[in-house]
């Protein structure tokens, strides 16, 4: 499997998953009220105030998610904010403890309290739908990171040994492939990653936009402008790592900013037969927020932190690690703290 193809599935896969998620999404709003008596009667709100606080989201928050994803690319300007560097190193500690608390304190309680909800009357709903499905969405994210280094690294290794042989084919293969390999790795941490929190973007993008009442559209509003910025942070940090090529860094950068606009439009444009509880809308959501938090519980734990913190830098400069544990608990109280609203 070549890096391309890699790409273009994990887009394809996205894409999907984006759309699923919209009609999907808009069916079960329309039928909602036939489906379960547990809906909400927000007619009494003032939806002109709420409504206003939905058009200024859509720049605010794409705005902050631009600001959030270009931050770390911008080492090529400045020096300390190039991957090789210490401060780059806190950052994307911090950025990993937002992406770690953004799973557990967000997206998985979100799944838990929708796939339990008691407008799903179903008995096969009794078992434990959110922790298999995370589960199974953190092992098939080891599976793609797995297979796809590994397909790389036998192919690239097989064309090592037939331009060389002997020592300079050992060499060859330790010193090119090595680095090749990780490239490729990062390159798909950082496509895996987007995909875990694009489709978590498009359910809450989805919530604001939806919602009638004025203060729970003010308190979307506000979180999700640091939410955007500070998982723009830890994507960021992976694409610069990756060293991808122009062309690639702004479509993911782009798909990254858009995603929870679009999700906010959508919101409003399904806003008057909305249902928040009617069974569709709650196992669709709920599947797809379980999936996004253990791909981001994965990958915040293995691919960021695991990788960095066991890294030979870290672990020979105390300091370091001092102030990337700092970053760290920084970067999961703050988003911890926004779970209040968002």
């Not at 009357?121 to 098939?140: H, V």
């Not at 069974?279 to 379980?290: H, M, R």
């Amino acid at each position: 499997m070549k890096t391309k193809n890699v790409k273009i599935l994990l887009f394809f896969f996205s894409i999907s998953l984006v759309l699923m998620a919209v009609v999907n999404a808009a069916e079960g709003h329309s039928h909602g009220k036939t489906q379960c008596e547990c809906s909400h009667d927000d007619d009494h709100e003032n939806k002109a105030g709420a409504k206003k606080y939905k058009i200024a989201a859509i720049p605010s928050v794409l705005l902050a998610g631009v600001i959030g994803v270009l931050f770390p690319l911008l080492g090529k300007f400045f020096p300390s904010l190039r991957p090789e560097t210490h401060f780059f190193f806190m950052i994307k500690a911090f950025a990993a403890g937002v992406i770690l608390a953004t799973g557990f304190m967000h997206v998985l309680p979100e799944a838990y309290t929708m796939l339990n909800s008691p407008c799903l009357t179903s008995e096969a709903w009794e078992f434990p739908f959110t922790g298999f499905i995370a589960m199974m969405a953190a092992i098939l994210t080891l599976s793609v990171d797995t297979f796809a280094t590994s397909s790389f690294y036998k192919t690239h290794c097989k064309a090592s040994r037939r331009i060389a042989d002997g020592e300079s084919a050992e060499s060859c293969e330790t010193s090119v492939d090595s680095t090749k390999v990780q490239i490729l790795r990062t390159r798909v941490i950082a496509q895996v990653l987007e995909l875990g929190i694009i489709v978590h973007s498009v359910v809450i993008g989805i919530s604001l936009g939806a919602s009638q009442s004025p203060d729970a559209a003010k308190a979307l509003f506000v979180a999700l402008m640091f939410h955007q910025c500070f998982e723009g942070l830890g994507l960021g940090g992976c694409i610069a790592q990756g060293k991808f090529k122009c062309l690639s860094v702004t479509i993911m950068s782009t798909f990254f900013a858009v995603t929870t606009p679009i999700g906010i439009v959508v919101g409003m444009g399904i806003a008057n037969t909305y249902n928040e509880s009617s069974s569709t809308a709650l196992i669709v959501q709920g599947v797809l927020n379980a999936a996004s938090a253990g791909i981001l519980i994965y990958m915040s734990l293995v691919d960021l932190l695991a990788a960095d913190f066991m890294h030979p830098r870290m672990q020979s400069n105390t300091g370091l690690q001092i102030m990337a544990h700092i970053a760290l608990l920084l970067g999961v109280g703050l988003m911890s703290l926004l779970a209040k609203w968002a």
